[in-house]
């Protein structure tokens, strides 16, 4: 498992952008891919995406696609969530996940969390 520390949630305007950075320590942490996943209220935690090991590639949510974007600096041992024209609905608590699995949308497959950055979207 790595330790995993989320920051850069806040409070913004609908339609405009916010990033969010999730720091890991540990030695293996460049072995994980690494996921996003946001908890709404009342709802269950959800997938946002994911990125592989060493950042070639990425896989969203449906509902994320196209507006957000994960990129990680493994030097840095920091993986970014980028949201663009945020909307409403996403307004949760964000947390990021590491898995050794990559593909997988599951948060039973991740086991390693952060503690969570609240994101509220205002209209």
């Known amino acids: 498992q790595v330790q995993l520390v989320e920051s850069g949630g806040g409070l913004v305007q609908a339609g405009n952008s916010l990033r969010l950075s999730c720091a890991a320590s540990?030695?293996?942490?460049?072995?994980?891919?690494m996921g996003w996943f946001r908890q709404a209220p009342g709802k269950e935690r959800e997938f946002v995406g994911a990125?592989?090991?060493?950042?070639?590639?990425?896989y969203y949510s449906d509902s994320v696609k196209g507006r957000f974007t994960i990129s990680r600096e493994n030097a840095k041992m920091t993986v970014y969530l980028q949201m663009n024209s945020l909307k409403v609905e996403d307004t949760a608590v964000y947390y990021c996940?590491?898995?050794?699995?990559?593909?997988?949308?599951?948060?039973?497959?991740?086991?390693?969390w952060g503690q969570g950055t609240q994101v509220t979207v205002s209209s």
């Open positions: 540990g030695r293996t942490s460049s072995t994980y891919t």
């Open positions: 990125i592989s090991t060493t950042g070639g590639t990425s």
């Open positions: 996940a590491g898995t050794r699995s990559y593909g997988t949308r599951w948060r039973g497959n991740y086991d390693s």
